[in-house]
């Protein structure tokens, strides 16, 4: 399976301020059809997964232009421009790019 | 708009079975995979497995091969989960998602004695 790490495990951020978040997978995850199935998901308090990129920078409909992906290989990053209070969440990478999905073990995002 | 309405709670004693249903809404069924999920207290999120929506066709997470069964009911729009031979461990919110774009609310199954 491929493993997915995620780092930090927790970002406190000022709102306004920029926020980074890094994955790394234990393999490529270029398919064989070119494509790298590589995406983030964002969970807030309570509420189910919603996927905000997928394949490495696409930004999924209504996700506010705010969050940017990045990335190749086996190491790609998710940045929010400007940290605004709703964004608070854990945020999760997931590859699709192999049988079984696997997700990175999240990265919590609060407000200082 | 798109909608995964997933069944309600349930409390389930070890070694039983539970069956949870993702009734879709919003968009052409047979066109789009189901994927389910879970989320274990304090745990990363899992996938468990996967079905074709339009041909039935399934694949599974080696960890849950021989316990998990994912099929669909297309005159319904529904897909549904069954997880057999319950353990506490199983104890989680297990979610559907139509591939992982649009996810269901969750259902929280709870396994004890």
């Known amino acids: 399976d491929i493993v997915m790490t995620q780092t930090p495990l927790s970002s406190p951020v000022t709102l306004g301020q920029p926020a980074s978040i890094s994955c790394r997978s234990s393999?490529?995850?270029?398919?064989?059809?070119?494509?790298?199935?590589l995406s983030w998901l964002q969970q807030r308090p309570g509420q189910p997964p919603r996927l905000l990129i997928y394949k490495i920078s696409k930004r999924f409909s209504g996700v506010p232009d705010r969050f940017s992906g990045s990335g190749a290989g086996t190491d790609f990053t998710l940045k929010i421009s400007r940290v605004e209070a709703e964004d608070v969440g854990i945020y999760y990478c997931?590859?699709?790019?192999?049988?079984?999905?696997?997700f990175g073990g999240g990265t919590k995002v609060e407000i200082k | 708009q798109v909608q995964l309405e997933q069944s309600g709670a349930e409390v389930k004693k070890p070694g039983a079975s539970v069956k949870v249903s993702c009734k879709t809404s919003g968009y052409t069924f047979i066109d789009y995979a189901i994927h389910w999920v879970r989320q274990a207290p304090g745990q990363r999120l899992e996938w468990m497995g996967w079905i074709n929506a339009g041909n039935g066709i399934t694949k599974y997470s080696q960890k849950f091969e021989g316990r998990v069964t994912i099929t669909r009911d297309s005159s319904a729009s529904t897909a549904y989960m069954a997880l057999s031979s319950l353990r506490s461990e199983d104890t989680a919110v297990y979610y559907c998602?139509?591939?992982?774009?649009?996810w269901g609310q969750g259902t929280l199954v709870t396994v004890s004695s």
């Open positions: 998602a139509r591939v992982y774009d649009y």
């Open positions: 997931l590859q699709a790019t192999q049988f079984p999905l696997t």
């Open positions: 393999q490529s995850l270029v398919h064989s059809d070119g494509n790298t199935y």
